[in-house]
């Protein structure tokens, strides 16, 4: 947590972007999630995309450890919220979207019973030994039949330390190869990201239900 805490202090936040995600504007229509429902946001910080995701008529549950990407989110937006204890967790709440602040692992099943959920940053930021463990919070926290949008981004982790980590479509398919459904809906080549010294780095969508 301290990292991330780091990072924000220093606004050393480079995965923001200042418009919503291409790959999620074109392929989230394909989810058919139901009109009004609920989506989760794992490690949501500040995200533009929970804009775009309230403006097409769902209710948005964030997740972050940081106090201050949550804050900033709220402060940006220009949005008045009410904040109380849930838990181990802080509630901020500005409908259509929610915010729970602290530590994602931690949060009780059943905390959030979302219909959907979206994911471009968040696996991404998770070390490989705590992968399994964000998959069933997953599956915690989204009803059956609850279907997401994963966006990967996967390089030879050789090349680099991370954040972000790899994570390459095997993994994708392992991680969920109990209880969810696993489609790849596209796979593109990034090569404008090799000015970091990677000699390859991909990044693939996938379309994943978690099976009742």
């Known amino acids: 947590m301290g990292f991330w805490q780091n990072r924000w202090q220093s606004q050393q936040i480079g995965w923001h972007r200042a418009e919503y995600n291409d790959l999620m504007v074109k392929h989230w229509p394909s989810l058919n999630v139901p009109d009004g429902g609920e989506v989760l946001?794992?490690?949501?910080g500040k995200s533009l995309d929970m804009l775009w995701l309230?403006?097409?008529?769902?209710s948005v549950v964030g997740l972050d450890m940081v106090e201050q990407a949550v804050q900033t989110f709220f402060e940006e937006n220009e949005l008045e919220i009410v904040s109380t204890k849930s838990g181990k967790h802080v509630q901020h709440s500005s409908p259509?979207?929610?915010?729970?602040?602290?530590?994602?692992?931690?949060?009780?099943?059943?905390?959030?019973?979302?219909?959907a959920w979206y994911d471009r940053a968040a696996m991404i930021a998770?070390?490989?030994?705590?992968?399994?463990?964000y998959v069933d919070?997953?599956?915690?926290?989204?009803?059956?039949?609850?279907?997401?949008?994963?966006?990967?981004?996967?390089?030879?982790?050789?090349?680099?330390?991370?954040?972000?980590?790899?994570?390459?479509d095997e993994h994708v398919f392992e991680l969920f190869s109990n209880g969810f459904e696993v489609e790849c809906?596209?796979?593109?080549?990034?090569?404008?990201?090799?000015?970091?010294?990677l000699t390859s780095v991909t990044s693939s969508v996938f379309r994943i239900k978690r099976l009742a």
């Open 41 to 44: 946001v794992p490690l949501c």
């Open 126 to 133: 998770i070390p490989l030994a705590s992968r399994k463990a």
């Open 137 to 168: 919070q997953i599956r915690k926290q989204t009803k059956p039949n609850a279907v997401g949008l994963l966006i990967t981004f996967a390089y030879p982790q050789k090349e680099m330390e991370g954040p972000p980590f790899a994570l390459h």
């Open 96 to 115: 259509p979207f929610t915010i729970l602040q602290g530590d994602f692992f931690q949060l009780k099943e059943g905390t959030v019973n979302a219909d």
């Open 54 to 58: 309230a403006e097409q008529g769902y």
């Open 185 to 197: 809906l596209e796979n593109i080549e990034l090569g404008d990201e090799k000015e970091r010294g």
